[in-house]
C-alpha cells in the first residue's frame, strides 16, 4: 500500500487523523528532508528515505519501488499532496503497477491555512497559481494572472519568489495591477503553521515591492475584498 500524505502546513495540529493515522502504521516513510523532520515524532524506528528539495522524481521513484515490494509506504508531501504536491508524479511513475494499491490522503493547503491566519479572504471564488517556472512557461504563468485578474477572482499565489526569482512577485502585480486596484486589499502568510509564522495586510501596489522567499503564500483580494477589525475578508453577498 503507498498512502500519498498530505500533512498540512506545519503543526501536528493542523494535520488529519487520517494523515496521522497512516504515517504510523507505514513501515517506510518517504519526503523531502524539511517535511519529515515535521512528522519526526511519529516516524520513530521505522525506516526513512528523504532527498533534499528537487528531488522529487528520486523520492517518488523511491516510494514506488518501496510499494512494489510489498511494504506499507506513506510519501509525505506538505499541504495537500495533490495541490503542486507529489500525488501525480507519483501515480504517473506507478502506471505500469496497477497491482499496488494507492491512497490520497488530503491535506490542509497553504491557501486554507494561511487564509485562516488572514481572515476569511477566500470566502468567494478564487483562483490559486504559483509563480514558479521550473515546470510552466513564464508566459503561460502572465496569461493566467491576466485571466483571473481580470475576472475580479481572489487570487492564492504559491511559490511567490526566492532569491534567484527576486522580481516574480512585482511582475505578477504589475500585470494584475492592469485590472485591480492599487488598493486592492492583499494579505502574506510566511511559515503558516511552524517557529516564526508571520502575516500581514498590505495593498496590491505596496505588494509589488515586498519581499517574499519560498514560505511565504500570498493572497490578492477581489474588488470586493475589505480589512474588518485587522482581518481580510472577502464578503459573500449576505445581507444583515
Ligand atoms: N502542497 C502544498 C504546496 C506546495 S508549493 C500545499 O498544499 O500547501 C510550495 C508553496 O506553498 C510555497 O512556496 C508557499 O507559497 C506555500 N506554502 C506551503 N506551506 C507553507 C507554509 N507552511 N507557510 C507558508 N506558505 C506555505
Not at 50 to 75: D, H, P, W
Not at 79 to 88: E, L, P, R, T
Request: proline letters at 4%.
Amino acid at each position: 500500500m503507498l498512502s500519498i500524505v498530505g500533512i498540512g502546513p506545519g503543526g501536528y495540529d493542523d494535520m488529519t487523523v487520517r494523515a496521522v493515522n497512516a504515517i504510523k502504521n507505514a513501515d517506510v516513510i518517504t519526503g523531502y528532508k524539511l517535511y519529515v523532520d515535521l512528522v519526526r515524532d511519529l516516524t520513530g524506528g521505522k525506516e526513512v528515505f528523504c532527498t533534499e528539495m528537487r528531488g522529487e522524481v528520486e523520492r517518488c521513484k523511491k516510494a514506488a519501488e518501496f510499494a512494489i515490494s510489498g511494504k506499507n509506504v506513506a510519501l509525505i508531501s506538505s499541504g495537500d499532496a495533490g495541490i503542486y504536491g507529489m500525488a501525480g508524479l507519483v501515480l504517473k511513475i506507478l502506471e505500469d503497477h496497477p497491482e499496488v494499491e494507492t491512497e490520497v490522503i488530503p491535506g490542509v493547503s497553504a491557501c486554507q491555512s494561511g487564509g485562516a491566519v488572514l481572515g476569511a479572504p477566500l470566502v468567494h471564488d478564487f483562483a490559486v497559481i504559483s509563480l514558479s517556472n521550473l515546470l510552466t512557461p513564464w508566459s503561460l504563468i502572465e496569461k493566467r494572472l491576466e485571466a483571473a485578474a481580470s475576472a475580479d477572482f481572489v487570487i492564492v499565489l504559491y511559490n511567490p519568489g526566492s532569491h534567484k526569482r527576486k522580481d516574480y512577485l512585482s511582475r505578477a502585480c504589475d500585470i494584475m495591477l492592469r485590472h485591480k486596484s492599487p488598493e486592492t486589499v492583499c494579505g502574506l502568510v510566511k511559515n503558516i503553521s511552524r517557529d516564526g509564522e508571520t502575516s500581514s495586510i498590505t495593498t496590491l501596489e505596496r505588494l509589488k515591492s515586498t519581499p517574499v522567499d519560498m514560505l511565504t503564500t500570498v493572497f490578492v483580494g477581489n474588488s470586493q475584498t475589505t480589512v474588518i477589525n485587522g482581518k481580510m475578508v472577502t464578503p459573500r453577498g449576505y445581507r444583515i
